[in-house]
């Protein structure tokens, strides 16, 4: 069974700070891991791709790999009230003709107050 | 940028019917399309992985013969939900995989709301 999971929220930060989100998975062979931003009623978009172990940074986002752990996490620095939302980790467990396929966890819901 | 569509954006339907969903991909083409469904406060769950001009394969879980599948060219997947009922309403999303990318980057559609009265 490949599991995904996050950190339980919801979490709330004030405007400016930094939020953390925590992704942890199953599947050793998983190469590949993704971070999505979900608001209610839409569909998924995609913040941040990451495959290989450290970290890679996107403007105020910054994602960090450990395959060793099987561990991965989201920092939002200077965190803004557009960033409340649910995110989403997903973590690619296909390979060959099925890449791309993505188990996702049960999301982190984020809030942040002005 | 790569654009997903996905129509109807919102169907109500009798139980019993059957309702199909189409995903597209407006502006490139797509070898590999998949189809996820999100219930209320839950994330998305993979149902099916669709390659063009093969059979889908199904999560395990997921009955494909009341989830059908069809990838009948590069730019379009179809779901057709057969008998729906009530515990199918949910939130299909579809996403499409570019062909000429060895990533397993994917761009979602906007998603389908399905409820089944």
């Known amino acids: 069974q490949k599991e995904v999971e996050q950190n339980s929220g919801p979490l709330s930060v004030p405007e400016g700070a930094i939020a953390s989100l925590n992704c942890t998975y199953s599947d050793r062979g998983s190469q590949s891991f993704f971070w999505y931003r979900q608001y209610s009623g839409k569909s998924p978009e995609l913040i941040m791709s990451i495959y290989s172990n450290g970290d890679k940074e996107d403007g105020r986002f910054t994602a960090q790999l450990n395959k060793a752990s099987q561990y991965v996490s989201l920092l939002i620095r200077d965190s803004q009230p557009s960033d409340s939302a649910t995110y989403l980790c997903a973590v690619n467990i296909g390979r060959g003709s099925t890449l791309g396929r993505l188990y996702f966890g049960r999301g982190t819901q984020l809030t942040v107050w002005p | ?117």
């Not at chain 2, 769950?45 to 494909?64: D, H, I, P, R, W």
């Not at chain 2, 013969?65 to 939900?81: E, P």
């Open chain 2, 1 to 117: 940028g790569a654009v997903v569509s996905q129509h109807p954006s919102r169907v109500i339907c009798k139980s019993g019917t059957s309702v199909k969903i189409e995903c597209r991909s407006l502006d490139f083409q797509a070898t590999t399309m998949f189809w996820y469904r999100q219930f209320p406060k839950q994330s998305l769950m993979l149902m099916a992985t669709s390659n063009e001009g093969s059979k889908a394969t199904y999560e395990q879980g997921v009955e494909k013969d009341k989830f059908l599948i069809n990838h009948a060219s590069l730019t379009l997947s179809t779901l057709t939900v057969t008998s729906a009922h009530p515990e199918d309403s949910s939130f299909y999303i579809c996403s499409a995989r570019p062909w000429e990318t060895s990533r397993d980057t994917q761009y979602f559609g906007p998603g389908t709301r399905l409820t089944v009265l």
